[in-house]
């Protein structure tokens, strides 16, 4: 039987190329060898997550795009369709819960919780140096989520973390809680598989 299938393709050679960077250059640029760039423009070869977050962050387009997964390099195309999705998703949550059709009852309420959330997300992403794959990964989970409680817990949250940092900055009792919160967060392991 013949090996005749096609080898994914990723566009790190369309968006290298884009940049008028030869494989020796943008091995210099990103701290790859030119045989590895050569053997991943190929699809012989697959890079680590850590390469993909490197590329990614390195050409400023998310992961799934520079994969060939995804079709586009716009973050804010991604957040409208993340907003379009969560809201799918909530709206089918609400007219469960609620035990009514009414489009425009949970339109109401399913648009309420998703600005909210998106408009949170948005600040916290746009003021924190954040990867592009780690975006690509919140826009993943966030997609994920239907419980509208859940959103609004983390609405609440992340707020009150904001306003904690804000308030530690002169009060040591809110400095205290705020590092309390910190060790939480930085003591979980993440993992890749979702």
Do not use: C
């Amino acid at each position: 039987m013949s090996e005749n299938k096609k080898l994914p393709q990723n566009r790190i050679a369309k968006l290298r190329k884009e940049k008028n960077l030869s494989q020796a250059q943008l091995a210099k640029e990103t701290g790859l060898t030119r045989q590895a760039i050569s053997l991943y423009e190929i699809g012989k070869r697959e890079p680590k997550l850590e390469t993909w977050f490197k590329l990614s962050d390195f050409f400023d387009v998310p992961v799934s795009y520079l994969q060939g997964i995804g079709n586009s390099r716009d973050y804010e195309q991604n957040i409208n369709s993340f907003k379009n999705d969560l809201y799918k998703s909530i709206s089918d949550n609400l007219k469960k819960q609620l035990g009514t059709n009414n489009e425009q009852l949970t339109y109401t309420f399913a648009s309420i919780f998703v600005e909210r959330f998106v408009n949170i997300f948005d600040v916290a992403i746009k003021n924190v140096d954040m990867g592009t794959y780690l975006k690509d990964r919140y826009v993943s989970l966030a997609k994920k989520m239907n419980n509208y409680n859940k959103i609004n817990g983390i609405n609440a949250m992340v707020t009150r973390g904001i306003m904690l940092a804000l308030e530690g900055e002169q009060d040591p009792v809110a400095e205290k809680k705020f590092n309390e919160v910190m060790k939480i967060i930085y003591s979980y392991h993440f993992s890749d598989d979702e």
